[in-house]
């Protein structure tokens, strides 16, 4: 019993815990209305249901709070500007892909190219919001505001304020699925992202790097991290995977919807972080976290979806749904029923 | 968790030339940074404005520069002389095909070879920089204020300025949500609701062609972003016309907000959730995109020859595409010509007649078996 007892605090002791907790919360309340959420099938050879859409739906902004995470544990600041990041990143690649037209059926140029343009769209404007946050020292969110309203400019001026299509089977295969592989492509695209950065922060020093400039950039400078270049590399990393995101995106709807891609996004990315138990003050950090608090984000606007609820009413649901999971997470929280756990125990003794 | 104040804490040690050089550096970076955001800002505005209207702009710096001339040229033409009129217009912004025809229509028509002179603005989707820009067509003190809203709401206290300056204002496209109607002349747009009543005729006739008129049939509905005119329209049209079919159900109804992922993301949830879906309605071609994608994924056909029939609206070009390869059934027009129709009510006005309140532009209804011969036909 005792030994019972020592294995659930255990359990309810680690960091992974409550997020992962709401996380099949969210899930399981599907079981009152939509029995069948957990069913899978497959259908043209590729796995079919609500649970493989939450997965796959999921991978854009599973990429993107990847990213936010590092910038947040790196700079205590998040970069709002990732949404319009993607827009940016499809726009390129789609133009490239065009050749400048507004819709091909054939690639105007090899597709490789587009990818890396649109990745190097990314980096370039990860380092801008890298710079003006490492560098200038300018405030995270007031950086990134910059490009939040400029990028889509750019993406317009890109797309000539166009929708670009691209009606190849191939530029399809990114955001859908490769012939012969039952998962969604995206869904991959995800855990290689988040596999590369989890190894690249274990097996080098570079996450604790991020932790120590994140709970104090001064001492760690006088230890000799160089700390602009840490905040630095991290917003680069932001640019990156909202790039990758982007390319994702673009390539679900064939096309560069300047306007749309990745619109409202930033804001997800930011709640995934706080969802994942991460503080967005900076320093420790948890990227798996971050990764449950996406699919978290997801499985609330699926099973939203499953119930039927009206859209009128889903942004109330949904706000409704995170400020729960939110208060669970808070120290403040634990803090309160810590004292009235001791409370009756004290009163307990007392009679 | 400690944490430095660095600035406060250097500061205290340091002498004044240095206090003062970082006070300089300070400076500079925030100007460096202002230039920054309005170099930024601008050359959006400024470069679309230009790609988009090279003739515009001119004329706008014409303007702006000349502009006790043009009061005088204003006079000279209210005295009866044949001078141009000029127009300010304030777009949403570029943001699909329908927009850029809507543009087109608009420059097109107020020619100077009309007699008019266009001064185009894009908002890039802002209200603020609608705003801003009726205000500007106020100081230039312009003949008559076209514009294509944003947003339905916030519009009292500009539109009362131009009233005050005595100049006439057209809506066109979105209707605007104001407390007083005589804020503004005329509303030029689409009748949405006609469209829904459109497409459950179309839906009507096509059930009988197709010998199901008395079967069951299920709908979904995949709405526009809650709250748009468009939406508001097209599902109380199709809501109200439903009323007469007993056999048909709506199964449900689900925001896609007018988007080809999201249109997509609903589309998928309805596929799981009902086995029987034989018609769905996609408030703009850009869902109905997503939804045939959706359809397809599940391993299901949609089309004239398909089990899912897809009604959609708009009937931009990339939807005679799709008709053409056979996934959409029909797409219910919502035509952006509307310039031929705001030139008509400002010829009215400069006669001195009155004008419609409200003057809806005319639609059609494109099944797909006339697609192939429309498309050449198509301006947008």
């Known amino acids: 019993m005792n030994k019972c007892m020592a294995f659930v605090k255990k359990l309810t002791g680690t960091r992974l815990f409550l997020p992962i907790f709401c996380l099949f919360l969210v899930l399981l309340s599907n079981l009152i209305k939509t029995p069948g959420f957990f069913e899978v099938s497959l259908k043209n050879g590729v796995l079919y249901g609500y649970i493989i859409d939450v997965i796959n739906r999921a991978s854009d902004l599973v990429i993107l709070a990847v990213g936010m995470t590092l910038v947040v544990a790196a700079s205590g600041g998040t970069d709002i500007s990732v949404g319009a990041v993607m827009s940016v990143a499809g726009a390129v690649c789609c133009f490239i892909l065009s050749g400048g037209q507004q819709t091909v059926n054939e690639f105007q140029n090899p597709y490789l190219l587009g990818v890396m343009a649109a990745i190097i769209a990314g980096i370039l404007c990860g380092s801008f919001n890298g710079f003006l946050v490492a560098k200038m020292k300018i405030q995270p969110m007031v950086a990134t505001l910059i490009l939040f309203t400029a990028g889509r400019g750019i993406a317009q001026l890109i797309t000539k304020g166009q929708i670009t299509y691209i009606r190849v089977e191939s530029y399809k295969k990114l955001g ?51 700390s602009t270049m840490i905040i ?4 680069v990393f932001c640019g990156l995977c909202a790039g990758i995101s982007g390319l994702v995106a673009s390539s679900r709807i064939y096309s560069a919807d300047a306007n749309n891609i ?65 208060a669970l997470q808070s120290t403040e929280l634990k803090r309160m029923v810590k004292r009235l756990q001791t409370e009756r125990v004290a009163g307990k003794k007392v009679a | 968790m400690i944490r430095i104040d660095t600035n406060g804490s250097e500061n205290d040690s340091l002498n004044g030339g240095k206090v003062m050089k970082k006070r300089f550096l300070s400076v500079l970076t925030v100007a460096v940074m202002a230039a920054a955001t309005i170099l930024t800002g601008c050359s959006g505005t400024q470069t679309a404005a230009t790609t988009a209207a090279p003739a515009a702009t001119e004329s706008k710096s014409d303007a702006a520069t000349t502009e006790a001339a043009k009061a005088e040229s204003k006079t000279e033409a209210k005295a009866g002389d044949k001078k141009e009129i000029v127009v300010g217009f304030s777009q949403v912004g570029a943001e699909s095909d329908w927009r850029t025809a809507n543009t087109e229509s608009m420059k097109s028509t107020f ?33 008559y204020i076209v514009i294509a809203p944003v947003t339905e709401t916030g519009w009292d206290t500009v539109l009362q300025e131009a009233k005050d300056a005595g100049i006439p204002v057209i809506i066109v496209d979105r209707m605007i949500n104001v407390s007083d109607d005589s804020l503004y002349t005329a509303w030029v747009g689409s009748n949405f609701l006609q469209e829904g009543y459109d497409a459950v005729g179309w839906l009507d006739e096509y059930l009988k062609k197709t010998d199901r008129a008395d ?23 199709v809501e109200e016309k439903m009323k007469d079919h007993a056999k048909w159900k709506m199964l449900e109804r689900q925001t ?33 995109f997503g939804a045939i994608d959706a359809i397809k994924a599940a391993g299901k056909t949609c089309g004239p020859k398909g089990d899912i029939t897809v009604i959609s609206f708009d009937a931009v070009a990339a939807a005679f595409d799709s008709m053409i390869a056979g996934d959409m059934n029909v797409s219910v027009e919502c035509n952006p010509l509307h310039g031929p129709r705001v030139s008509e009510i400002i010829g009215k006005l400069e006669k001195g007649e009155t004008v419609e309140k409200i003057a809806y532009v005319k639609e059609g209804v494109y099944p797909a078996d006339t697609a192939a011969a429309e498309k050449p036909k198509r301006q947008y």
Do not use: H
């Open chain 2, 256 to 288: 896609g907000e007018f988007t080809q992922a999201k249109g997509q993301e609903v589309m998928e949830s309805f596929l799981k959730t009902y086995n029987n879906i034989d018609v769905v309605i996609a408030e703009n071609d850009n869902m109905a």
């Open chain 1, 176 to 226: 859908s699925s490769i012939p012969g592989i039952p998962i969604p492509t995206p869904v991959f695209v995800a855990l290689i992202v988040v596999l590369l950065t989890y190894v690249l922060l274990k097996k080098t020093t570079l996450g604790v790097y991020i932790q120590t400039v994140g709970i104090n950039s001064k001492a760690s400078r006088l230890m000799g991290i160089n």
């Open chain 2, 215 to 237: 079967k069951d049939i299920n709908i979904v509905t995949i709405q526009g972003t809650i709250g748009s005119s468009a939406q508001i329209g097209r599902t109380n049209g």
């Open chain 2, 111 to 143: 020619t100077e070879k009309n007699g008019y002179k266009l001064i185009f603005d894009d908002a890039q989707q802002k209200q603020e920089n609608q705003l801003k820009a009726v205000r500007n067509f106020i100081q230039q003190d312009v003949d």
């Open chain 1, 232 to 235: 630095f590399l991290s917003y």
């Open chain 1, 262 to 326: 990745g619109l409202n996004l930033e804001l997800d990315a930011i709640l995934a972080v706080a969802l994942g138990g991460n503080s967005l003050g900076g320093g420790k950090f948890s990227l798996l976290g971050s990764v449950i608090g996406a699919y978290t984000i997801q499985a609330l606007s699926t099973t939203l979806y499953a119930m039927g609820v009206s859209p009128d009413q889903i942004p109330v649901y949904k706000a409704a749904v995170v400020v729960i999971i939110v």
